[in-house]
Every structure is written in structure tokens, then in C-alpha cells.
């Protein structure tokens, strides 16, 4: 229930037909949904993991997204994929190589979208949160699959971040 006050309280700031919140940018980021165990270097999702992919999609189905990023492996590419075709917007993968994330952040401060969903990695998705909203978030615990951070860039310059919960509490990863 205090979800669904949440967001009703967000909704009435944001026209996700528009341009965000006021005509700033909305930032959507997410760490991809429960992975399998097995391959070890690029797991899929598992079952409950493609369950929280779709909890994603029902969360985001009314926000006009303009661009969508994912690393280029199965399991953030599977946590995006649904969105994206909902939308009927590209993913673009970011290689995962040395300096990737500050050049995602540049790209998307210069960019002409304004609604953006990123999906990323324990490691990664709050290091990009920092980046953007100048905070200091720490690294997900290996457990935690169901936060969704929302970053709004100002006009003047500030930002601001939201930190909900979606979908079913965090499942475990399992062998697939």
C-alpha cells in the first residue's frame, strides 16, 4: 500500500507523456532481475527473474521512455528486454570495459531523451546513481533484486533520487 501511495504522489508531479518531471530528465535505473548460477560468466535469468523483468514492464507501462541502456549480458539484457519491446525502444548496450559508466552519464546529460531506464549490475547501478545525482550510495548487496532508483535531473542543475521497491521481495539466484 505505501507503493501505491508512492507512486500515486509521483504520478501527479510526473506526465510520463511529457517530458518528466516538469521537463527535466527522469533517470529509471535498475540492477538486472535474479540470474542463474550456472554459466558462471553470463547467466540468464531465472524464472523468478523473468517474473520481475514483467513486474518491471507493469511498473514502467505508462512512462513514454526515450532511450533504454543495458551491458551487453543476458541477464541485464533479459531484465530490460520486455520494456523495451513494450515501448518499442532499442536497448543500447554499453560495453562493460574501464570507463564505461562515466561515458554512459555523459551521453545521457547530452542526450535529447528525457525518460531513461538503465539496467545494470550490484556494482554498477549505484556507482551510475553517484554519478549522476552527485551522491553516495553503496553497492548492492548480491541479494537485492528488487530496488528501482529514480534519478531526476533539474534544469537548474540539481538532482534528486527515489528509491522504491518493485515486484516480489528479492528471490534467491539459483542453478537454471
Do not use: W
Not at 509521483?10 to 527535466?24: K, R
Not at 524464472?47 to 513486474?55: I, L, N, T
Not at 505508462?62 to 523495451?84: G, H, Q, W
Amino acid at each position: 500500500m505505501k507503493l501505491a501511495a508512492f507512486l500515486l504522489a509521483l504520478l501527479m508531479l510526473f506526465d510520463p507523456t511529457t517530458e518528466g518531471i516538469s521537463g527535466d530528465k527522469t533517470i529509471f535505473l535498475v540492477r538486472h532481475a535474479e540470474k542463474c548460477t550456472e554459466p558462471a560468466g553470463d547467466p540468464d535469468l531465472t524464472e523468478f527473474g523473468k517474473q520481475r523483468a514483467q513486474d518491471l514492464t507493469r511498473v514502467l507501462m505508462d512512462v513514454e521512455l526515450d532511450a533504454i541502456y543495458s551491458t551487453p549480458f543476458k541477464r541485464t539484457l533479459n531484465t530490460a528486454r520486455p520494456v523495451a519491446q513494450m515501448h518499442g525502444v532499442k536497448i543500447i548496450e554499453t560495453p562493460a570495459e574501464s570507463g564505461f559508466m562515466e561515458a554512459m552519464v555523459s551521453q545521457i546529460k547530452a542526450a535529447e531523451a528525457h525518460n531513461i531506464l538503465i539496467s545494470g549490475h550490484s556494482n554498477t547501478t549505484p556507482v551510475v546513481v553517484n554519478l549522476l545525482a552527485g551522491t553516495t550510495y553503496e553497492n548492492l548487496d548480491e541479494s537485492e533484486y528488487d530496488r528501482l532508483y529514480i534519478v531526476v535531473l533539474h534544469n537548474d542543475g540539481a538532482a534528486s533520487v527515489s528509491i522504491l521497491r518493485y515486484g516480489a521481495p528479492s528471490g534467491p539466484s539459483q542453478a537454471c
